[in-house]
């Protein structure tokens, strides 16, 4: 029908820019997110997009039921605001007959969101995890550059490199190591400075990472002083980073399929509830979308946003409050969000028949009209 056609265009079309609005406001503020954690140096500088390109999976399932609720909103807005709802209503059409119109593309963006919740999202979010994870047992060295002293160690230790290639080979290795705090009489504590030909950074099996330098001396003690010990060596090693594979992998990183496989429990029954309750969200919004685009001309098409955005909010707040008290035991399992849900599905039915009259009884007044 050309009638139907032309909500769901509307509707797609207002889904599209608030999607693209809210990517680009999301995004932004994750990209500034990344990028001071590259300044600080808890991520390296050259996994910034990697980190932004991988977020935006795990955004999408918050983002979808929120987009389509709000192009519905703006879209049927319109329709009210251009008094193209009236003729529809004229013409013997309801909000009930509008709804069905609009559930075939509401479907297809329901599993479309219950698939980046299930598989997607999740595994971005274990990427992000590695990525930063392989990035921390990098520890110091990932900041290593040729031609300038760089402290590492908290400022213990000072390194310089005259060349460092790719393969993570070093020529001509200068460190310095402070060996024991300054004393109560001023006097500065012993160093060990160690100046070598070449070097590398070699790991161990278990993760550890030690810089072997090659063909140089090492000089222990005071500064200032002359007693100093020299010792001259073919290989020397040192620690630079203890392992850190500690990573423990929480249940969000997991996929549909690992989370069925794990034994029942409270934490696996509080993930699965709420990941199904974004694509279940993106099913019942638009119902209550309906029902709150109920304008006129005078008010304007955006009547309706900012008592949505409330009662979207509300809504979101309703299932991380469930989801919580899931994982912390105090509903049972049985229960899952769905009493969030229900709590929608039936201000919706009850906003929308008040608007525009229960289903069963229009049919029995047309019936006896």
Same mark, same amino acid.
Request: no cysteine; glycine share 10%.
């Given at each position: 029908?050309i009638? %139907?056609?032309?909500l769901?265009? +509307?509707?797609?079309?207002?889904?599209?820019?608030?999607?693209?609005v809210?990517?680009?406001?999301?995004?932004?503020?994750?990209?500034v997110?990344?990028?001071?954690?590259a300044?600080?140096?808890?991520?390296?500088?050259?996994?910034?997009?990697?980190?932004?390109?991988?977020?935006?999976?795990?955004?999408?399932?918050?983002?979808?039921?929120?987009?389509?609720?709000l192009?519905?909103?703006?879209?049927?807005g319109?329709?009210y605001?251009?008094?193209?709802?009236?003729?529809?209503?004229?013409?013997? &059409?309801?909000e009930w007959?509008i709804?069905?119109?609009?559930?075939?593309l509401?479907?297809?963006?329901?599993?479309?969101?219950?698939?980046?919740?299930?598989?997607l999202?999740?595994?971005?979010?274990?990427?992000?995890?590695?990525?930063? +994870?392989?990035?921390?047992?990098?520890?110091?060295?990932?900041?290593? %550059?040729p031609?300038?002293?760089? +402290?590492?160690?908290?400022?213990?230790?000072?390194?310089y490199?005259?060349? &460092?290639?790719?393969e993570?080979?070093?020529?001509?290795?200068?460190?310095?190591?402070?060996?024991a705090?300054?004393?109560?009489?001023?006097k500065p504590?012993?160093?060990?400075?160690?100046? %070598?030909?070449?070097?590398r950074?070699?790991?161990?099996?278990?993760?550890?990472?030690y810089?072997?330098?090659q063909?140089?001396?090492?000089?222990?003690?005071?500064?200032?002083?002359?007693?100093?010990?020299?010792t001259g060596f073919?290989?020397?090693?040192?620690?630079?980073k203890?392992?850190?594979?500690?990573w423990?992998?929480s249940?969000k990183?997991?996929?549909?399929?690992?989370?069925?496989?794990?034994?029942?429990?409270?934490?696996?029954?509080?993930e699965?509830?709420?990941?199904?309750s974004?694509p279940?969200?993106?099913?019942?919004?638009?119902?209550? %979308?309906?029902?709150?685009?109920?304008?006129?001309?005078?008010?304007?098409?955006?009547?309706?946003?900012?008592?949505?955005?409330?009662?979207?909010?509300? &809504?979101?707040l309703?299932?991380?409050?469930?989801?919580?008290?899931?994982?912390?035991?105090?509903m049972?399992?049985?229960?899952?969000?769905?009493?969030?849900?229900?709590?929608?599905?039936?201000?919706?039915?009850?906003?929308?028949?008040?608007?525009?009259?229960?289903?069963?009884?229009?049919?029995r007044l047309?019936?006896?009209?």
């Amino acid at each position: 029908m050309i009638v %139907a056609n032309y909500l769901r265009r +509307e509707a797609a079309l207002g889904f599209a820019a608030v999607l693209a609005v809210l990517l680009v406001i999301f995004t932004s503020q994750q990209f500034v997110h990344f990028l001071g954690n590259a300044l600080d140096g808890s991520i390296g500088q050259d996994m910034v997009l990697a980190m932004l390109g991988l977020q935006v999976p795990v955004m999408l399932p918050m983002l979808l039921p929120l987009a389509l609720f709000l192009g519905v909103l703006l879209a049927v807005g319109r329709l009210y605001v251009d008094s193209e709802m009236v003729v529809l209503r004229a013409g013997g &059409y309801s909000e009930w007959q509008i709804l069905a119109w609009l559930y075939p593309l509401n479907l297809l963006l329901a599993l479309g969101a219950a698939g980046v919740s299930l598989w997607l999202g999740p595994w971005a979010d274990a990427r992000q995890h590695h990525l930063a +994870e392989s990035f921390e047992s990098r520890g110091d060295t990932a900041l290593l %550059a040729p031609g300038r002293f760089q +402290e590492l160690a908290g400022g213990q230790r000072v390194i310089y490199l005259e060349a &460092y290639d790719q393969e993570r080979k070093m020529r001509r290795v200068f460190i310095a190591d402070q060996m024991a705090k300054p004393g109560q009489d001023g006097k500065p504590g012993a160093v060990r400075l160690v100046s %070598a030909k070449g070097g590398r950074i070699v790991t161990d099996a278990a993760g550890n990472e030690y810089l072997e330098l090659q063909d140089g001396q090492r000089y222990e003690g005071p500064p200032g002083g002359r007693e100093f010990t020299v010792t001259g060596f073919e290989r020397y090693q040192t620690l630079l980073k203890a392992s850190t594979r500690s990573w423990a992998r929480s249940l969000k990183t997991y996929d549909l399929d690992e989370l069925l496989a794990l034994p029942p429990g409270r934490e696996r029954s509080a993930e699965l509830a709420w990941r199904w309750s974004l694509p279940v969200a993106t099913l019942l919004l638009p119902a209550l %979308a309906l029902s709150l685009a109920r304008t006129n001309p005078r008010q304007g098409r955006y009547a309706g946003v900012m008592p949505g955005i409330g009662l979207y909010l509300l &809504y979101m707040l309703l299932l991380m409050g469930g989801r919580n008290a899931l994982d912390a035991g105090r509903m049972p399992e049985a229960l899952g969000l769905w009493p969030v849900h229900g709590a929608l599905l039936l201000l919706s039915v009850v906003l929308l028949a008040r608007g525009s009259g229960w289903p069963w009884r229009r049919a029995r007044l047309e019936a006896s009209a």
